[in-house]
């Protein structure tokens, strides 16, 4: 991944996901899932480093963004502040259209990805917790989830939930944790099927399915 061009804070850190259907547990053949694009949004997509194809989920990241009242008045408060941060020109620039597009109570397909990267940023650092409370704060979480990259999370975390739920009435024979350099590994065997998941910066996802044998 492209390097950010401007600097995040220390604590930031990026989170994506990706998604793998599973297979039903009574199927008779072997057969194999394996994970979906890993994807990394760096925090500073939203200062102008454009993020990978795919990055955010689904195509819901182009679609328009419409803002309740209570979001556009936090907003209004928060994009211009986050904007002064950035030292590029055009990112600057950037967040200064989505400053008036967060006026208007809509924001544009071409500025969700900045508005996502921001609110991802604020959110994981609990910005928005510490500047305005609690409340708040799950009003942007629910926002955030609006959003293709948060709707991409969202859908990952069901993945994972079904994958993990299909295993009802199967006897687990062994579950192994792996460590690797920034992520962790959980294998579970039963005596009908295989499960990896993987726990990483970018959040949890099914890695690999296998059923039968």
Do not use: C, W
Not at 36 to 57: D, E, R
Not at 153 to 168: F, G
Request: proline share 7%; glycine share 10%; no cysteine.
């Amino acid at each position: 991944m492209t390097p950010p061009t401007e600097p995040v804070p220390a604590d930031s850190a990026s989170i994506g996901s990706a998604s793998a259907e599973s297979a039903p547990s009574g199927s008779s053949a072997s057969e194999t899932v394996p994970s979906g694009s890993i994807t990394a949004l760096s925090m500073l997509a939203a200062a102008g480093a454009p993020p990978a194809v795919g990055a955010g989920g689904n195509d819901a990241v182009r679609a328009p963004v419409e803002l309740s009242a209570e979001e556009r008045e936090i907003l209004a408060e928060d994009v211009p502040v986050f904007g002064r941060t950035l030292k590029d020109p055009a990112s600057r620039e950037r967040y200064a259209r989505l400053a008036d597009a967060i006026a208007t109570g809509s924001v544009p397909a071409e500025l969700v990805l900045s508005l996502e990267a921001m609110l991802e940023l604020m959110l994981q650092t609990k910005t928005v917790r510490r500047r305005h409370g609690p409340d708040e704060e799950r009003l942007l979480t629910d926002l955030f989830f609006r959003t293709g990259r948060g709707a991409g999370l969202r859908s990952a975390a069901r993945d994972v939930t079904r994958a993990l739920e299909a295993l009802k009435g199967q006897t687990i024979g062994r579950i192994r944790v792996t460590a690797a350099p920034g992520q962790h590994t959980i294998a579970i065997e039963t005596d009908r099927a295989h499960l990896t998941l993987a726990l990483d910066g970018t959040g949890a996802r099914v890695e690999r399915v296998e059923v039968g044998g």
